[in-house]
């Protein structure tokens, strides 16, 4: 049987990459990610408070 791999680019300092020989495998290793999704961005969204504590500076914001 052929091996499942997922790779998850998060930013440019968090990658998840996920190996499994099923579908079912598979889910059952992501059944955390959705708390580590909430975790990383608790992180990342301090960080940048303290970056920049008065927002980001005009003209650096992301387009959505």
């Known amino acids: 049987m052929p091996r499942i ?3 998850l ?3 440019p300092m968090v990658k998840i990459e996920i ?9 059952e290793a992501l ?3 959705e708390k580590l999704n909430d975790t ?3 992180m990342f969204s ?9 927002g ?9």
């Open 5 to 7: 791999v997922i790779s």
């Open 40 to 42: 990383v961005d608790s």
């Open 46 to 54: 301090d960080l940048a408070q303290r970056v920049f504590p008065e």
């Open 56 to 64: 980001v500076p005009a003209g650096e914001e992301e387009a959505s």
């Open 19 to 27: 190996e499994g020989d099923s579908c079912p495998e598979i889910v």
């Open 9 to 11: 680019n998060l930013g």
């Open 31 to 33: 059944a955390g990610f």
